[in-house]
């Protein structure tokens, strides 16, 4: 099949029209025997309808014997790996297998793309011989339909052709269609995405459309919940769990909860090693019991692993990650999966997977031909649905050039008030500033647990944090509040004493920072409030609206853009330790 060469369009637009793939752009061209047996066959096949269809795929070989072929189905879905045919023998390598066709919103777009096409791809030593003889032929067959909501820890990554494991983004549930017995798998799975993102942006309507009795569907969310104030482990995230379960229930399918898996450990003031989402693994447990659903504890082996593995668990992750697996780490993680839930189910919706099958990047390539950058996600047009036309667009326009917005999820909730703990992500974003770990408890309502408490110890170290915003109770105990809505006097205060480069001089009142911030632009007075603003945004919001005191999201973001064009920090880098989905 012909590459796409649309230089318009995102590699995840692209990567879609093209089985997964997207190809490399090396700074310097390999030489042929540097790239053997890694290019990428892509064929597609046009179908009439939406549903579930039997592949049969067969490969004969022609001069040269194929060796570690891997054959992938629809958006770079492992089907099989390890394949050796000789060429010696007349042998003709057959596999059969299902696929469900179905409408997919793309990474970075709101909008469902409703292209009725089965793709198969494959890569290997000898498969692109000239004399290479391939025969596919579909046929629409019924079959359940294993349906895959989560994140990107298990979303359908793309890759880049020429094929390196070591240097393939991959989800771990993008390689059990290796395993699927009589059964399609269908991957709704995004990057960015948290239990009420899903919901929300239209990937879980697809599903339940579709949806029929017999059908399996795993959940596993937790890595964006924890970004959320309103999705904490045992609230929103704990409520969000139970609801997918009871409608997928009543939709005649078969609930799998899976515990978020864990990243590379940290360690505490002591050297214990922790995970920030430990409460989020035992939030899944209580949801399991409490509703009698199938649990697979994800984080519980991962975070095992991680830690016997030691510096060697970083190879089985994309170069400078710790959350998002590469190839070899998708297969570990997915294996586990399938061993686990092989067992629990009543029917074989799964084959056993070969015990002597491990995937190990310990004789791969870790070094790959030096690529030119990625197209920039950023320079696209901001994707969120509920900010088009409003007063405010330019500048959140602006922030999101900047990289301070998420370009996964589709809504922004501009008008809604912004949490104080949740602000600080995207504050640390704009200032160029990484958190501090460990946390050293100086507040009674921050855990080291917490996603923000490496924030909330740089803000406290840097002497950012203005008495009069902590609450202190009679026993001396000190309250970030940080699920309080942010305030215009408090954001001008982290602006302005950010400001001042000696920290010994940042003890700078609330009304000193808000005039000043007021001066220099960054807010208004607390007099404006969103009531003026009567359209869909308000109309639609579900949380709660900013008005008096309480600035909107949407001048945070403003006023942030602002900063960064003030401060001339346009063009430095994010901070070391931000987040950033594998997405462009």
């Not at 099989?80 to 003709?92: A, L, M, Q, W, Y």
């Not at 294996?335 to 791969?364: A, Q, R």
């Not at 809604?416 to 704009?430: D, T, Y």
Request: charged letters at 30%; hydrophobic letters at 35%; glycine letters at 6%.
């Amino acid at each position: 099949m012909k590459k796409q060469n649309d230089n318009s369009a995102t590699d995840a637009e692209l990567a879609l029209k093209n089985g997964g793939w997207n190809d490399r752009r090396f700074e310097v061209e390999p030489a042929k025997e540097e790239i053997a047996g890694r290019k990428v066959t892509i064929l597609r096949y046009d179908v009439s309808e939406f549903g579930t269809y039997k592949v049969s795929f067969e490969l004969k070989p022609g001069k040269r014997d194929i060796e570690n072929m891997t054959l992938f189905a629809g958006r770079r879905n492992m089907i099989e790996r390890k394949i050796s045919v000789s060429s010696s023998k007349g042998k003709t390598y057959k596999k059969e297998f299902y696929v469900a066709v179905t409408p997919y919103i793309p990474a970075l777009s709101p909008n469902r793309c409703n292209d009725k096409v089965i793709f198969v791809s494959f890569t290997g030593l000898g498969t692109d011989d000239p004399d290479v003889k391939v025969n596919v032929s579909i046929t629409k067959e019924d079959v359940p339909v294993i349906w895959v909501a989560g994140d990107s820890t298990l979303t359908d990554q793309n890759a880049g052709d020429p094929y390196y494991p070591y240097g393939s983004c991959a989800g771990w549930a993008q390689t059990i269609s290796r395993a699927a017995h009589k059964a399609a798998v269908c991957n709704l799975a995004h990057s960015g995405m948290t239990s009420n993102c899903f919901r929300d942006d239209g990937h879980y309507d697809i599903a339940k459309e579709l949806m029929k009795k017999g059908d399996l569907f795993i959940i596993q969310f937790g890595h964006n919940d924890q970004k959320r104030r309103n999705l904490a482990a045992f609230g929103g995230y704990e409520d969000n769990l139970k609801k997918y379960i009871e409608e997928v229930r009543s939709l005649g399918a078969l609930p799998i909860l899976c515990t978020p898996i864990s990243r590379v450990p940290g360690k505490d003031e002591d050297g214990k090693y922790f995970s920030m989402l430990d409460q989020y693994s035992k939030a899944c447990y209580k949801v399991s019991k409490e509703t009698d659903t199938i649990l697979v504890d994800l984080h519980g082996y991962t975070f095992e692993k991680w830690i016997e593995y030691g510096e060697k668990a970083r190879d089985y992750f994309i170069k400078g990650d710790i959350t998002h697996t590469n190839e070899y780490g998708a297969v570990l993680i997915a294996d586990f999966f399938l061993k686990s839930i092989n067992g629990k189910l009543d029917e074989d919706y799964f084959y056993d997977i070969d015990e002597d099958s491990f995937f190990t990047p310990d004789k791969d390539t870790r070094e790959l031909p030096k690529e030119l950058p990625s197209k920039d996600v950023f320079s696209i047009e901001p994707p969120f649905v509920d900010t088009v036309g409003i007063p405010e667009y330019e500048g959140i326009k602006k922030a999101f050039r900047y990289g301070l917005l998420d370009p996964c999820v589709m809504h922004l909730h501009p008008y809604a008030v912004m949490p104080r703990a949740q602000l600080l992500m995207v504050m640390f974003k704009a200032f160029r500033l990484a958190g501090k770990r460990p946390y050293l408890n100086e507040y009674a309502d921050i855990s080291e647990l917490d996603w923000d408490a490496g924030y909330v110890q740089a803000l406290y170290d840097g002497n950012l944090i203005d008495s009069e915003t902590v609450k202190k109770d009679g026993a001396g105990k000190l309250f970030f509040r940080p699920d309080d809505p942010l305030t215009y006097k408090e954001l001008a205060s982290f602006i302005v004493r950010y400001m001042e480069k000696d920290v010994t001089k940042r003890n700078i009142s609330l009304s000193e920072c808000e005039k000043k911030a007021v001066e220099l632009g960054f807010v208004l007075s607390e007099a404006r409030s969103t009531d003026d603003h009567v359209n869909e945004s308000i109309k639609n919001e579900k949380y709660r609206l900013a008005k008096g005191e309480y600035i909107s999201r949407a001048e945070v973001y403003s006023a942030l853009s602002l900063f960064i064009e003030r401060t001339g920090d346009t063009k430095k880098e994010l901070p070391s330790d931000v987040e950033v989905h594998p997405v462009h």
